[in-house]
């Protein structure tokens, strides 16, 4: 089960994304995890090593550990995101943004071109932390204002670092972790020295770093305020420590701005330092945690669509833990290239700020979900969601490939069972209009044959002859009746079933609750199994035993029983089929019913039936009075 | 008086054989035969006979034809007899022709044929107003009642169930007295009694103890 954005489905300026991102990816494939986790470790252990060795510098211990920090932890927190979202272009950021602070090491060099070239490097970092800033979780810097306040931080702050570079002529770091034990290298880019300018640049630079953590902050708010509830859960998560960097660097900027000369409390520069090394575990904190929520509902989901929930029922499962009440589910119908919504119309394609995400089966696109744009970037709940989709999907494909078979074996059971009454009904007509018919008229012969003879041996022989004539017809017309009751076909199951008691060896009794007429299939086969039934208490019940039928429906169902007060039996010694329960279930089953035998020695039997007058079943016909 | 006969009957060999059972009939005159509802339906409407000798399953469909063609005509010719001659040994026609009124109706077995007697006695009864159900109906139903535990009819001497079959037959007090041998006045009273037992109210009417009778053999009387 994969999920992945369908970009073809989203307008046009995606497109370009699209482009960006898949030649980002070719680069991040060409830069495999081990080759960058090695560089970073190379990297960090070398600017360890350097800041450690460099003499002027006041907290070298401290330093080291940070600008390792600055390297590692984007990078490997970079590569966890990259391996958890592919698709992400958070991860791509954040290990550049380790790559980026490689050069910081120049800081630890004593040289008077490298030295102030590493202080003037604060401003790619600056950039960077800003970037990152701005754009999680997506990665990307959406949004006008956004792209503003990049642009008004990098610009801002470039024009007066490079006079300030190019005035002074020993520049130094502007917090005390970075700063020099008594004096820092000296600014070998330095072409003059104008302090008054340089004091002034930095005034400049300050009031661009206040008005860019203000506007980054309030950004920031906007978005959470604004989001969906997954967007915030990442924003609550990640963000606080970049919220609290923008803070301290507001504060310390601000009062460097109103009090230059006073004694800044050392402790927000230390806290602005501590903020901004940390930044990147707040966004891995994010990326487990939306993980960990994931999980948790497709746990939910899967417990739910255990219930069968119909695709409808589905999607407003879904939409719950995806925290978006537009989300719509979409599904291919078999040989159809075109999505389906829950009311089985084509599905709408997304609106305005929505995504379609595709889930794929076997390679091939199965369900499709439409979401908020935003919940792209939570792809682990948009796969859980996709895998509950797709797991209904599968449920009720397979439910309807059952019942099909079902239903075509019922089928054709129901046109068995049809074809054999058929042939019942034509072999007692042509009984009764052929062979019948022709006793009769032989009788009628003998008759008159009978009246004309003088000879009264004769007489007496012609006699026996209209006797056996006579039994003859008894037996066709119980042979007849047998293969198929008139009664039935005439005047239906109570009569039939009164006609056969009539003729018992044991009291049977028939009652009606208000059978009427039913479906030809479903009368012949309840008169069967009561016959069957029957005849088993005629045998078996024994001599004493008295028999009720009872027939009846309502609007829904026919019901019968064939009750006996008899010997009864053990049910378990017999169910594996005898005395014709295996031929009662068959007749019953075909025309969709069910048939219980309950009984337990000396308690009497009791077989019990009832068949669904649902009418949908083929064959089924109506009785032959009916119209 | 000769009684007009219209015949149903789509068999070819049934029909000839009853044309010449009662050719030599002489109060019996077969005015028309036809072969399907329809055709039988009309002709009687034209004809106008004193009784309709139908087989109980024709064309269109085979069924039970005359039967309904007895209860249409109960309402369109209420003078007009029918006598059903049938293939079918089974009390439930019997009952039906007898569900609006057993008067002017007779239920035959097709081998009754083989006596003169059964035959045209059914069609004089008929014209005369009177009830035949066929012997081996009545004597399933008693067959029935008699492994019944009906307390009713246990009550019933052997000789008072014997009368009660008669009468379900559509004997006539004579016709009873004459064929069990006893004095009519002692079948009234034995009638009386039965009727009296089973709690089947005033026998007064002929028809109607006819078809009460039969109805309670049947198991169907309130």
New interface residues.
Partial sequence: VTAHTDVAAVPPMHGDDALRERRLGRLSALASDEVLAATAIVAAALTVWVTLEADFLAHPVVLAIQKADFILGPVFVGLYWRRVRPASRFGPVLIAYGFVAVPYVLQSSSNSVLFPLGLIWELPIYAMTELLILTFPTGRLDGAAAKLILTVGILGQAVPVAVIALALPQVGADFSLSACRALCPENGLSVTTDVPLALRMADAYRVVIVAVALATIVLLIWRFVTGTPPRRRALAIGTPLGLLFLASQFLHQGFMLLAPNADEPASLEWLIAGARSLLWYGFWFALIAAQLFAARALRGLVAESLGRPSFRELERLVRGPLGDPQLRLGFRRPRSRAWVDSDGAVLAPPDEGQSLTEVERDGRPAAAIVHDRQLSDDPELLQAAGAVALLALENAELDAAWKGSLRELGDSRARLADASDRERRKLE?DL??GA???L??V??????AQ?RVEDEALAQQLDAV?DE??QA??EL?NLAHGIYP??L???GLA?AL??I???????V?VTDERVGRCPRSIEAAVYFCSTEALQNAIKHAGDDAHVRITVGSNSDTVGFAVADDGVGMDVAAISDGGDGLIGMRDRIGAVGGELTLTSSPGAGTCVRGTIPLDGTRPGVDQP??AA | VTIRVVFGEDSYIAREGILRALEDEEDIEVVASCEDLDSLRTTVGDVGPDVVLADISMPPDHTDEGIRLADELRRTHPDVGVVILSQYAEPVYATKLFEAGSGRRAYLLKERVRYRGDLTRALREVADGGSVIDPRIVELLLAAQRRREDSRFDTLTPREQEILALVAEGLSNAAIAERIVITKRAVERHINSIFSKLGLGESESFSRRVKAALLYLAGQAG
Wanted: no cysteine.
């Fill in positions: 007509r009764h209009d019948q018919q022709r009769m008229a009788q009628i012969k003998l008759r008159l009246e209209g004539a006579e017809v008894e017309r008139t009664v076909r005439d005047y009569a009164r006609a008691a009539v003729r018992a060896p044991i009291p009794d032959e009075h």
